[in-house]
């Protein structure tokens, strides 16, 4: 089961692409994306920046042209492959995750590495998520680090560099604080995370994730700064 076409997320349009292993099947994606968004990519090529995170860039005769370049985000799962583009003018930048159940439960089956996993993801300053049974908290769990991957991708940095696994361009987890509800979650940012947004010149995150099949899927994006305050201090409660 793919992608939806679209999704909607701090009242901006994200449209996601599913697409296969082909090595030229990521571009098209992308570029199909944002196409659906009505943006045409024609004269742009894909490239990566010294940390990994994916850009279109201009062709050198398309410099004089106001209109900025789509943002896109990418997120493998095993065989599952998902493209997403937003084109608003609000948007300074967005991040997609896709996170397979089935692995992230092997992962935690033994007690001590699920402790270990809680304790990486879940910060000191978030509450745990209060619900009954070890199999919705284990999803909700997923969603956290699905949701946090995303959160960093949108920041332009991405999971290996941006959850403070080995490079001066991350932010350390402990840096995305959230409050999950059902569909969509409560995202505060401090630190080197805040720093970052505001470099970008982003106001506040929005982000939403949901489950289908046994994938979480989970999206953010970076919203231009306005009138919101990019680090709120919401009453993080258990969900």
Request: positive net charge.
């Amino acid at each position: 089961m793919g992608a939806p076409d679209c999704t909607e997320v701090g009242g901006l349009d994200v449209a996601l692409e599913s697409y296969g292993s082909d090595p030229a099947a990521k571009a098209l994606a992308a570029r199909a994306a944002a196409s659906r968004l009505g943006h045409s990519t024609v004269g742009y090529s894909l490239y990566h920046t010294p940390w990994g995170q994916p850009r279109f860039r201009r062709a050198p005769s398309m410099h004089s042209i106001s209109v900025g370049a789509p943002h896109i985000s990418f997120s493998d799962a095993g065989e599952l492959h998902v493209a997403a583009a937003c084109a608003s003018e609000r948007c300074r930048g967005v991040g997609v995750d896709v996170l397979s159940l089935a692995r992230f439960r092997a992962a935690c089956v033994h007690g001590r590495a699920r402790q270990r996993m809680m304790a990486r993801i879940i910060g000191p300053a978030e509450g745990a998520d209060a619900v009954s049974s070890w199999d919705q908290r284990i999803v909700r769990l997923g969603a956290r680090f699905s949701l946090k991957e995303a959160v960093s991708k949108a920041l332009g940095t991405g999971l290996n560099l941006g959850l403070g696994l080995g490079a001066r361009h991350g932010v350390p987890m402990p840096d995305v604080r959230l409050s999950l509800d059902e569909g969509c979650a409560v995202v505060a940012l401090t630190g080197r995370a805040a720093s970052r947004a505001r470099s970008l010149g982003g106001g506040s995150i929005s982000a939403v994730w949901w489950i289908e099949g046994d994938h979480v899927y989970a999206v953010a994006v970076l919203l231009a700064s306005g009138r919101r305050n990019l680090l709120p201090a919401p009453t993080v409660v258990g969900v």
